[in-house]
């Protein structure tokens, strides 16, 4: 599960998924538009509503405002609009105290 090939110790991609490596890669292929199945992606409400997920976990409260905005960007490109859950969601998150757990640790 664990590799090192001349450098610091990292998960092996081949034998461990990682939810933020997911959120990435989808976010590239949907940069960088090679496939329809790609292009899908960026419309896909709950890869957004992960990344807000992640945000709130990291206590960065003024980047969930800055994922809702650049979703409704996005589906306002196939005339939708994010959905009432998703609006109540990334709300909620923008409320709660982040949990930052390292800087919790440290004190």
Not at 18 to 41: C, I, P
Not at 64 to 84: D, V, Y
């Amino acid at each position: 599960m664990i590799v090192r090939q001349d450098g610091p110790y990292t998960l092996d991609p081949e034998r461990v998924s990682v939810d933020l490596w997911k959120a990435y890669k989808s976010l590239d292929a949907a940069r960088s538009g090679h496939s329809n199945e790609h292009r899908l992606d960026r419309y896909n409400q709950a890869l957004y509503e992960g990344i807000a997920r992640l945000q709130a976990r990291l206590g960065q409260q003024d980047a969930i405002t800055r994922t809702l905005a650049l979703l409704t960007k996005t589906l306002a490109e196939i005339g939708e609009h994010p959905s009432q859950e998703t609006v109540a969601f990334c709300a909620f998150l923008q409320r709660r105290r982040p949990t930052n757990r390292s800087r919790d640790q440290a004190s």
